[in-house]
């Protein structure tokens, strides 16, 4: 008894030996920050020869690091976020839109934040996800354990607004880039004695078009040199907010990268700087055609800027063209992880390239992809989405096609785009999406399901034809309804919360909210009827919806089996002249 004993204490130390290096490992690698913006193209930088603005801190970082000459996102931003996250092209991971479900990738892919908390790092993420809201899509469900910003792909107000908390709903604090910076800093704060791998993907300058004074004034009669001579005041308008958006994000990084100064975490911190697709507007981008949503050069080329004192040199320059899906194998290289359980990367590691070996770095094509269109980029050439080829180097605003002249090279490159329509395509859109929205998914305790997922019936009206962080309204029959098509994870007992609005005059609605056979009832007992917001703080008019300040109150719990349903929202008594304005509901699982 007593020799087991002493062999069961032995494999214990043994245990604890090997644990020890495992953390040790972990605690000499790198610590990583991926900043993404949101719209802001490859021109809105000072360093890319914008005489209006200037981002010094942006600046530096790429002249202390590597700065990527060629690199290359995807034409709007939640394929750019799925490719980056996967390390795959957008296709593969079943996005598809940017809105409404089409936005979520694949629940069977591995995202680069698993590889790194496997590997033994802290993993937070703030910001925009727009990559999936209820798990398993949802971020906490992903490989970061700490997440605070919104799941959507646009918000309806910049400052203070509510916001997500590992799940639970919140109130922001301030202009949301600067709480999103300040939220990330005091992660890192916290977490400074482990590796930790920080993902900061900024909403702006996404619209509506919201900065604080202190950024604007610089802009509102600032003369742009730069534009286009025939641009109307209107574009200008956008453009000034625009670029009072980027001035603000420069200053947040600066504060980023001197907080690693303070906690003497600069040295060993790997930073990268990029962003998801071309400018949200026509303005200066060095030239380039097309912006946000082209398949163009100007709408899929970013900045890539990546600063690590401890591997990278100065003044680095890397000329190859590469790729959002290479951040996830680059990453994992540079941080020595090695990367596993993955479906097989259409990314490469360009690892080598920032140290100065490019002796074995392979010819390659990029194929870029939007809404039907193909694009296919090589190192010199671009095939336009209309069988187009252009000499981009000596001809960036795609001017000039150079068919006749290059026969063989358009041969090729239109047999890339062929294959890939032909192999990628076939079975890619929403006609062949069949995942369920999932309630009550076993991983998280919360679920939010909003407005943007759900079908209005009768006389109900969305707030806006764009569907993110949009409302019901317009609910005045027992006819009208919400519904839901969903799953649910997981049996058990949920607490439903409702966000909503409603005047005086028209409290007292009953509500009935049903699965199946399962159904629960409550009133609308209080009064909440705060104006519509946001346009106080727009620098251009908007596109998207309005917001409100939504009132939370308890429906009741409501007992789910697992399972394929239909979720039901309806009225069964209107006093007034109408239930309530529904901006989402809150299910929470009762812990038994």
């Known amino acids: 008894m007593i020799k087991l004993v002493r062999i069961s204490v032995f494999s214990l130390s043994i245990l604890a030996f090997l644990s020890y290096l495992c953390v040790a490992e972990a605690a000499d690698r790198p610590n990583v920050i991926a900043i993404l913006t949101d719209d802001q193209g490859w021109g809105d930088l000072s360093i890319h020869g914008n005489l209006a603005i200037n981002t010094p801190n942006i600046d530096k970082m790429a002249r202390e690091g590597a700065q990527l000459e060629r690199f290359f996102v995807s034409p709007v931003c939640s394929p750019t976020r799925a490719e980056f996250l996967t390390g795959r092209h957008h296709v593969r991971c079943g996005v598809y839109s940017t809105s409404a479900g089409g936005e979520r990738v694949n629940a069977d892919e591995t995202m680069i934040g698993e590889v790194f908390k496997r590997a033994g790092y802290q993993t937070a993420a703030f910001g925009k996800w727009h990559s999936g809201m209820q798990a398993p899509y949802h971020p906490n469900s992903r490989g970061f354990d700490e997440f605070y910003g919104f799941c959507s792909g646009h918000w309806g107000n910049y400052f203070s607004p509510m916001l997500e908390h590992n799940g639970d709903l919140v109130t922001g604090e301030g202009f949301i880039i600067d709480d999103l910076t300040n939220r990330a800093m005091s992660y890192i704060d916290e977490h400074q004695q482990e590796p930790f791998f920080v993902y900061l993907p900024y909403n702006t300058p996404h619209s509506p078009m919201q900065v604080p004074e202190r950024w604007y004034k610089k802009f509102a009669e600032l003369e742009l040199t730069q534009e286009d001579p025939n641009a109307s005041e209107k574009q200008l308008l956008h453009t000034r907010a625009a670029l009072a958006m980027c001035e603000n994000i420069d200053w947040n990084v600066g504060r980023l990268l001197e907080k690693l100064d303070q906690l003497n975490l600069s040295e060993n911190t790997i930073v990268l700087y990029f962003c998801d697709n071309g400018p949200n507007g026509k303005r200066y981008n060095g030239g380039m055609r097309g912006r946000k949503g082209s398949t163009d050069e100007g709408g899929v080329r970013s900045p890539l800027f990546i600063r690590w004192p401890a591997k990278i040199k100065p003044g680095t320059k890397v000329p190859q063209i590469c790729s959002a899906m290479d951040l996830l194998p680059t990453l994992a290289d540079m941080a020595g992880i090695e990367v596993t359980d993955t479906k097989p990367l259409d990314g490469i590691s360009f690892a080598p390239l920032l140290y100065g070996n490019d002796a074995n770095w392979p010819d390659r094509t990029l194929v870029h992809h939007w809404k039907g269109k193909v694009s296919v980029r090589s190192q010199q050439y671009r095939l336009d989405n209309n069988g187009r080829l252009y000499d981009i180097p000596n001809d960036p605003g795609q001017n000039q096609d150079i068919n006749q002249e290059q026969p063989k090279v358009l041969a090729r490159l239109k047999n890339v785009a062929k294959q890939f329509e032909q192999e990628m395509l076939a079975d890619f859109g929403a006609e062949h999406d069949d995942r369920p929205f999932v309630i009550g998914h076993p991983d998280l305790k919360r679920t939010q399901i909003p ?37 649910v994870g997981e049996t058990g007992d949920y607490k439903i919360e409702l966000f909503y609005t409603c005047p005086k005059e028209d409290v007292g609605a009953t509500v009935e909210l049903s699965f199946g056979d399962t159904a629960i009832t409550g009133t609308i007992a209080e009064a909440h009827d ?44 209107i006093p007034g002249s109408q239930v309530m304005d529904f901006r989402l509901m809150l299910l929470t699982r009762v812990d038994q």
């Open 451 to 487: 407005a943007r997922d759900g079908i209005p019936h009768g006389n109900i009206e969305r707030s806006n034809r764009f569907p993110n962080d949009s409302f019901f309204l317009n609910w005045t029959s027992l006819d009208d309804s919400i519904t839901w098509d969903c799953e």
């Open 530 to 573: 705060p104006p519509l917001a946001g346009m106080e703080h727009d620098r251009y008019p908007r596109a998207e919806s309005y917001v409100k300040d939504f009132k939370r109150m308890t429906l009741g719990e409501i007992h789910l089996e697992k399972g394929n349903g239909t979720l039901k929202l309806q009225a069964l008594e």
